[in-house]
């Protein structure tokens, strides 16, 4: 008959209950099963350059914009193609507002939008032509497609110490950013990548590739993580949440 008691018997019998054969013993009430409600993954766009969209080997989910997305729980929306910026045109022959209206705003609206880039204007041999006018009316194409989505501008990244023109770049951005009054992260004045990669100085020798440009794996995960940083005083790292 030993064989033939149950587990959960037994369990009874070790916390020092008892029961026998003849006891009839009550019926257990079951608790209704607690529903959670489901949880709407925020849509975030994020338009950019070789960083965000990626290069031969790096998809874009395997940019630091798909490391945000899935360690905040977005559902993220990558666009944008390598050597672009707001003016400069890469390969592709578009910059970015042509790659806006082409990729991404026909689409419904997200709950929030990031523009990441200028590396490539920086690039340029007069990389302020035209660059303010078209940051300008690329941020405002998208506050009048989409009014209430936080839009957020992101300054250009670097492999390493940045050049003067890549300063200038970036404070026509500030610029810019500050007369449409959208929030403006700066990874050059904040030093999310430091030093020369062939010199071995700073972090760009841990975070940055042999081409001294783009980020190793370990350095899109910590361009993410520094992007992170700087939208949670926003209140920008859970997009779509009251």
Same mark, same amino acid.
């Given at each position: ?12 019998? /070790? ?56 360690? /905040? ?15 400069? =045109? ?14 991404? =705003?026909? =689409? ?9 880039? %200028? ?11 035209? /660059? ?20 957020? /501008?992101? %300054?250009?990244?670097? %492999? ?65 993580? =520094? ?16």
């Amino acid at each position: 008959m030993r064989r033939k008691i149950s587990y959960g018997l037994a369990v009874l019998a /070790l916390a020092g209950c008892s029961a026998s054969a003849s006891t009839k013993q009550p019926e257990q009430v079951k608790a209704d099963p607690v529903v959670t409600p489901p949880v709407k993954a925020p849509v975030v766009m994020v338009l950019g350059d070789s960083y965000t969209a990626g290069i031969p080997g790096v998809p874009p989910e395997a940019t630091y914009a798909g490391d945000i997305a899935r360690k /905040l729980g977005w559902q993220v929306i990558i666009a944008g193609h390598p050597g672009t910026g707001f003016v400069a =045109r890469g390969s592709i022959g578009m910059n970015f507002n042509q790659l806006y209206n082409e990729q991404l =705003r026909w =689409r419904p609206a997200p709950d929030m939008v990031m523009v990441v880039g %200028g590396h490539n204007d920086a690039t340029l041999k007069k990389p302020l032509l035209g /660059l303010n006018d078209a940051a300008l009316k690329l941020l405002g194409d998208i506050k009048t497609r989409w009014p209430g989505v936080p839009l957020v /501008l992101v %300054g250009p990244m670097w %492999g390493g110490d940045p050049t003067h023109k890549a300063l200038l770049v970036r404070d026509t951005l500030a610029q810019a950013a500050a007369s449409q009054q959208v929030p403006f992260v700066d990874p050059l004045r904040e030093m999310w990548i430091t030093g020369n990669r062939s010199k071995h100085t700073g972090n760009a020798d841990l975070y940055i590739r042999k081409d001294k440009i783009h980020p190793n794996a370990a350095g899109n995960s910590y361009l993410a993580d =520094r992007l992170i940083m700087s939208l949670k005083p926003l209140g920008l790292d859970k997009p779509g949440q009251k």
